[in-house]
Structures are given as C-alpha cells and as structure tokens.
C-alpha cells in the first residue's frame, strides 16, 4: 500500500482528525467549493438542517493536500468515511491536484458532492444560504463557527472567498 494524499477545501483544512506527514496548498481543477450541501447531522438536523460546503462541478479549488503514511491508510480512511460519509452525500473519487509551490502534481482523494442526493442544495440565493447559516446547530456544532473558521483559514492562506463572505454578511458575522 502507498501513501495516500486527501484534499481538504473545508472543515478539513482546519480541523483535519487524522495524522499527515506533509500538508500543502494544492489546487483541484473541475470542481469548486460551494456551499451546496444541507446538514442533518454535523450543522443541522432533519428538521432545521444548516448548510455545509461540497467539492461541485466546474471551476477550481484551492485548499490543502495532505499526506498521509500508508501504514495510517486503513485507519484514516475509516476515519474520514465516519466523518464525512454520515449521509453519504459526497462521492470518494481519486483526483489530480497540483502542488503549490512546484509542478508536482498527486492523486488525491476527493469528497465530490453527489448532486442525486436529497441533501444536495444546488446554488441557493445567498439569503435563503444565509438563513441556513444563522439556523443550523448538529453534533458537531453550529453552522456559523464552522462557515467564519473555514473563512478565518482561507483568508490565513491568502485566499478570499466572496460567496463565502456575501453569506456571512448577510448572517451579520463579517
């Protein structure tokens, strides 16, 4: 088994849950961070679901690669799988992303949304994201913190997020 690199572009970058061996800024081609993704369980409920970022088609990302040892493999995708797959709204997929810093480029895995399943949003108005933001609490706490850390790290790597910001003003949090 070899290492395994996985790309972060939310919560993940911030708070990833698993040991790496190298973390780098990475660029994915083909899909972009939205907020696309109604949470029942980590920033909302079935019942007043929050709202959370998904890998959509189209466009770019930036975020962070990590490495991962292939000793840790089995362990780390047990844990991710856990983590990210509750609701199986994402497809695990294999991608190529770029290495800042150099043209290195490595297989990553990647947690695309799946735009078949019921939790999947689409592109909703920014207000109507907004009221999802200021609503949503789940098991991992609420909707806000996690929308203001994910632009606390990207603004950290020199990267601005205007739909991100759009929707935190409109929450009354930037």
Not at 61 to 67: K, Q
Request: some cysteine.
């Amino acid at each position: 088994m070899s290492d395994l690199w996985v790309f972060g572009y939310g919560s993940l970058m911030w708070r990833p849950g698993f040991d790496f061996i190298e973390s780098r800024s990475a660029l994915l081609r083909g899909a972009h961070r939205s907020l696309c993704v109604y949470s029942v369980v980590h920033r909302g409920t079935a019942a007043r679901p929050g709202l959370v970022l998904g890998l959509d088609a189209g466009g770019s990302c930036r975020g962070l690669a990590f490495r991962v040892e292939a000793g840790a493999v089995p362990e780390t995708l047990g844990y991710l799988r856990g983590r990210e797959q509750a609701t199986d709204v994402y497809l695990e997929k294999r991608r190529p992303v770029a290495l800042d810093g150099s043209r290195r480029k490595v297989e990553a895995l990647c947690f695309l949304v799946d735009r078949t399943h019921g939790q999947y949003a689409g592109r909703l108005p920014i207000a109507e994201q907004a009221e999802l933001v200021r609503g949503g609490h789940g098991q991992s706490g609420n909707n806000i913190d996690y929308v203001a850390n994910t632009l606390r790290h990207l603004d950290e790597m020199g990267l601005a997020e205007p739909a991100l910001e759009e929707v935190m003003a409109k929450v009354g949090k930037f």
